[in-house]
């Protein structure tokens, strides 16, 4: 079966180091908008949109497990938004952040403005900083505001900390007056606990979750992710991602995170080029879980290259020694 995305065909012959790394490259740029994803950015472009001119920007607090797709998804919607030059100041559309670990008001007010291009991000008061990044706001012509990690604003849970930083936000959100998306882990909602003024400000609240794969059409929604990633791999043949026995093995083995989906076709696509294979095999999925370790799953197991692979039992025996 052949592609409509193909490369060279390697017939045998390993791929030199140039053209592994532009495979490699090629699978880390694989964004497939599949239902969820495309759901949350069609919220933010209509955000976007109605906030143009309104009299009251719309708000929305994106939360979700590390590897779900947030980042690309907040980041692939800046990208789309070119800065550039008017008049001597450089417009900014979407104006995009990542909050530094253990941030403060004063911290994330800096890092916005250094995202801006102020020259003197660091320096000043809290007040003076803030003053500052609201008016870079209004001359940049920022349309639309993206913080991200914004659980590292919290980190410190004291209420002290909680009740300073959602008076901060509140009260920035109030005076930026364009469109502000709060994105972070899911326990980072406990801000909102603080200051009811915030959580009436943020009353759209969104969680991005990975795949579930225990009713037919949860399993027929992720197959028709894999089908897609397979369309868009860096080979002339399919790799029959999609097929119900590799679709059990990949997510038993992802458990339906994004993020380890393409970690492991990363490095199994690596290993296929190298091998002078024109698609990925269960030999090369093998190598690759290998050598990526999940945390938080210690007692999972390797489902590939095993012919008796049985996903529910595979779930069973992983949790009797969790819960052991």
């Known amino acids: 079966m052949h592609k409509k995305n193909t490369y060279e065909t390697l017939e045998g012959f390993p791929a030199s180091i140039d053209e592994v790394k532009k495979r490699r ?13 495309s759901y949350i950015l069609e919220k933010v472009k209509e955000m976007h949109f109605y906030s143009k001119g309104s009299v009251q920007a719309d708000s929305l607090f994106l939360s979700g497990r590390t590897g779900v797709g947030k980042t690309t998804l907040l980041e692939g919607y800046r990208d789309s938004f070119d800065r550039y030059i008017k008049d001597g100041y450089t417009i900014v ?14 911290s994330v007010a800096s890092s916005l403005l250094r995202s801006l291009g102020d020259p003197a991000y660091d320096k000043g008061t809290e007040n003076s900083q803030t003053a500052r990044l609201l008016h870079f706001i209004k001359t940049c012509q920022v349309e639309m505001i993206i913080i991200d990690e914004f659980q590292h604003l919290i980190d410190r849970e004291t209420k002290h900390v909680l009740n300073k930083a959602s008076d ?8 930026a007056g364009v469109p502000i998306i709060l ?8 801000i909102f606990a603080h200051n009811d003024q915030l959580d009436r400000r943020f009353t759209e609240k969104i969680e991005m979750i990975g795949f579930k794969y225990s009713t037919k059409e949860e399993q027929i929604e992720f197959r028709t992710f894999l089908k897609s990633i397979d369309e868009q791999l860096p080979f002339c043949n399919s790799s029959y991602l999609a097929s119900k026995k590799m679709s059990d093995k990949i997510f038993y083995a992802t458990n339906g995170v994004p993020y380890y989906v393409n970690k492991i076709l990363l490095e199994a696509t690596t290993l296929a080029a190298k091998s002078g294979d024109d698609s ?6 093998y190598e690759a879980f290998n050598m990526i ?9 390797n489902p590939f290259g095993n012919e008796k692979f049985n996903i529910i039992d595979a779930l069973e025996k992983e949790d009797r020694k969790t819960t052991a």
């Open 25 to 37: 490259e090629h699978v880390k740029s694989i964004i497939v908008e599949h239902p969820r994803y």
């Open 293 to 301: 370790k999940v945390a938080n799953r210690p007692f999972v197991s």
């Open 168 to 175: 901060w936000v509140k009260s920035f959100c109030d005076d």
């Open 183 to 190: 994105c972070g882990m899911p326990e980072s909602k406990k």
């Open 93 to 106: 559309p979407v104006l995009y952040n990542k909050v530094p670990v253990g941030a403060t008001p004063k």
């Open 280 to 285: 990925i095999d269960e030999n090369h999925l």
